[in-house]
């Protein structure tokens, strides 16, 4: 241990082969688990800081405390990703017997912990935090004003867990450090006003289900509503963006499937996980919309102070490392974010499960009546089922179906969230049905047997466990993670998918292809050509995501590297040897004017810091305008990324001159008024803050909403119409 810990820098091959054998022999002393060779190599993988795919059951968990423990006795800063607090402190007690073995230090952090109790598990030599944590902490030390107040942690190594989801899915989402008031304009009446609207007459929906727009009619309705406005000109233009913005709420997006409602909020539910999407919100109004329409109270309405993506984030680190169950299918992607290489490490034993052909059908009911059909035969022989589905609306409704049957099964969606730990440890035991909406993160592998593989025996002569998904997911990725919990660690097992032509996989990215169109055209069904048009909507899917993601990250660049500047800036300021570097010569001739010499240091820096924050926020604002405007560029034929990119240099040009003068005119008034006292100036900070994450716009972003409006109007009408 001693040689391991002198050993500065990166370790060599012999290094490496004493680190296993130790890591082994405290791994066996301390947690009672003999090490598969897999994990150790998948250690040695991180260590090099690449990714790793790892299959379902292979110890993940262990593998990232391994490699998180070599890099802390190389005298490395670690944080550990993980996707909730759950898994974080769960991991971080488990393996604490692991990380005393080797002398290493271990913390945990999860939501609402005080600043100092995060200052000590921060100062541990490895921390385990959800990413959403570290995010919000960056964001909180960007406003730190006393130079004696440092930041919470160093970026030194960071291990995520379930890395494509983290380091990908979740890459282009904004973490918010918010403040501010409350109020708001209230949109109760919008929302009465489009739900007296008539579908298919005063408002229609395209065929993606992602737009909604009035038609003549309904705008003549809208209008009388409101005592005659025209919503088309400058005065009626808050009208049209409230009632807009209400429609869009009604129309597509719906309880039970993109959100829930619980203890009188609104709570998204993230499409990618399947569970509740903690502390994010919708943006541009359109949460306030939603709660109204719920007839639930308006939330707080806050000014961004500031934001960061969770890819910026990331790369802030000085080494970036993961793992996870369906890392390959973006290893592509992960190397040119992150520059990060991404390998398998194959299972320690081979996978027997048998993936069985999809089973396709031309619509919805006859692909639920097969599925319950067969998850009843496979039932018969006792195995235990696991039933994926899309959204919670359709996890209770085969649930429904299954009691109607007799059968009783257990639900796993977004309403019951917490108790997940639970009910997957229990969904190996033998003859149990588990519903779940989505298995991606949950952390907790399912035994053949139960949770203690008692009756692993009898589940295995039934065939171990049954996976059975009803309809596909946006990602083939999400499919396999479904996929994947059955087999594990060389367990028998079987997956299946039951689709159709009605799944909102193919109803949203293949909207020719409905089953009514298909017989209008007397078009014969068959399975293959089914399970090819499935294929071929996911495939669309993917890469609509991916030009998404990418798109957004693309216009986040710009921004990120003026924050950058911002906060190279803020903290030249905040030592105490730079506290004047914004001051000019109007502000040091009011300096010279007052006294006390040290109180006038703080002020200042104080002063400085205000102005420097204020027009940072208010540069973000116009961003963010910027943002939603610039696809009309398109019209012509100006590129919208080049355009924006545009606007925001030349909207930071001379940043730094524009704080300066405020700081003198501050400065200034206070040698008039003989006062630095912040109250008086007029230098008011947030009295409280909060953080939350903006989930992505459920319509796509600005210029995609206007090209699927633009090829709408010119979409050729199928026989139907």
Same mark, same amino acid.
């Given at each position: ?203 229609? *929906?395209? /065929?993606?289900?992602?737009?909604? =727009?009035?038609?003549? @009619?309904?705008? &003549? %309705?809208?209008? !009388? $509503? ?42 998204? *539910?993230? /499409?990618?996980?399947?569970?509740? =999407?903690?502390?994010? @919100?919708?943006? &541009? %109004?359109?949460? !306030? $919309? ?44 992960? /190397? ?62 085969? /649930? ?322």
């Amino acid at each position: 241990m001693s040689r391991l810990r002198s050993c500065s820098g990166e370790w060599g091959r012999a290094e490496q082969r004493e680190f296993c054998r130790v890591a082994r022999a405290v791994a066996w002393a301390a947690l009672g688990i003999d090490l598969f060779d897999s994990q150790l190599v998948g250690a040695l993988a991180l260590l090099d800081g690449h990714v790793v795919q790892m299959g379902t059951g292979e110890g993940k968990t262990v593998t990232g405390a391994v490699a998180a423990a070599g890099y802390a006795l190389q005298g490395r800063s670690v944080q550990l990703f993980s996707v909730n607090d759950y898994l974080a402190r769960r991991d971080a007690e488990w393996m604490s017997p692991f990380y005393r073995g080797f002398g290493v230090g271990v913390g945990w952090i999860g939501e609402g912990e005080e600043r100092e109790r995060r200052r000590a598990a921060y100062a541990a030599d490895v921390t385990y935090v959800p990413v959403t944590e570290a995010g919000f902490d960056v964001l909180r030390d960007r406003f730190r004003t006393e130079p004696e107040d440092v930041e919470l942690f160093v970026q030194d190594v960071v291990i995520v867990d379930e890395a494509d989801a983290v380091l990908i899915d979740e890459a282009s989402t904004p973490l918010v450090l918010a403040g501010g008031g409350t109020g708001g304009v209230s949109q109760r009446e919008a929302a009465q006003l489009v739900r007296t609207l008539v579908p298919g007459v005063d408002y229609e *929906v395209d /065929a993606d289900g992602r737009n909604v =727009a009035l038609t003549d @009619r309904g705008v &003549d %309705g809208v209008e !009388a $509503a409101l005592g005659g406005v025209n919503l088309f000109d400058a005065a009626g233009h808050d009208h049209l963006t409230t009632i807009n913005v209400a429609l869009h709420a009604q129309a597509l997006l719906h309880r039970d499937v993109d959100y829930i409602v619980r203890d009188g909020r609104i709570q998204l *539910v993230n /499409a990618s996980r399947g569970r509740i =999407a903690r502390l994010q @919100r919708w943006p &541009d %109004g359109l949460h !306030a $919309a939603v709660e109204a329409k719920e007839d639930l109270e308006s939330s707080t309405v806050s000014e961004i102070l500031d934001s960061i993506t969770i890819q910026a984030l990331v790369g802030r680190y000085r080494t970036v490392c993961g793992m996870s169950g369906t890392a390959l299918p973006v290893a592509e992607q992960l /190397a040119d974010r992150y520059g990060v290489r991404t390998g398998e490490v194959g299972p320690h034993r081979p996978v027997i499960r048998e993936d069985l052909p999809d089973r396709a059908y031309p619509d919805a009911p006859s692909q639920l009546r097969a599925a319950l059909e067969y998850i009843v035969a496979e039932h018969r022989s006792g195995r235990p089922l696991l039933v994926g589905t899309g959204s919670v609306a359709q996890s209770e409704q085969v /649930a429904e179906e299954l009691g109607r049957c007799g059968l009783d099964a257990v639900v796993l969606n977004a309403k019951n969230d917490a108790d997940e730990a639970a009910i997957i440890a229990r969904a190996g035991e033998h003859g149990r049905i588990t519903i779940s909406t989505q298995m991606a993160g949950r952390g907790t592998d399912i035994r053949l047997g139960g949770a203690d593989g008692s009756d692993a025996e009898r589940v295995i002569a039934a065939g171990g466990l049954c996976v059975v998904g009803i309809g596909r997911y946006d990602s083939r990725r999400l499919d396999d993670q479904l996929r994947g919990r059955a087999g594990r660690q060389g367990d028998p097992g079987t997956s299946v998918f039951f689709t159709s032509l009605d799944d909102d996989l193919v109803r949203r990215h293949l909207p020719g292809f409905s089953p009514s169109l298909r017989k209008a055209y007397d078009s014969p069904f068959t399975t293959d050509t089914a399970t090819e048009l499935v294929d071929h909507a996911q495939r669309l899917a993917e890469g609509l995501q991916h030009r998404s993601h990418r798109n957004t990250l693309a216009f986040s660049e710009v921004p990120t590297e003026q924050r950058l500047a911002v906060l190279r800036l803020r903290t030249a300021v905040l030592s105490a040897e730079r506290d004047d570097l914004l001051l000019n010569g109007e502000a040091r001739t009011a300096v010279d004017a007052l006294l006390g010499r040290h109180r006038i240091h703080a002020s200042v820096r104080e002063i400085s810091l205000h102005h420097l924050d204020q027009y940072w926020i208010e540069h973000l604002d116009m961003l963010t305008a910027a943002r939603e405007g610039i696809h009309l560029r398109s019209l012509a034929r100006d590129n919208p990324l080049d355009e924006y990119n545009r606007i925001a240099y030349r909207a930071f040009e001379g940043f730094a001159g524009r704080v300066t003068d405020a700081i003198a005119a501050t400065l200034t008034h206070a040698a008039a008024r003989g006062t630095l006292d912040p109250e008086p100036l007029g230098l008011r900070r947030p009295s409280t803050t909060w953080t939350y994450m903006v989930i992505e716009d459920p319509f796509g972003s600005p210029e995609q909403r206007f090209g699927n409006l633009l090829l709408n109007a010119f979409r050729p009408a199928g026989p139907e119409s």
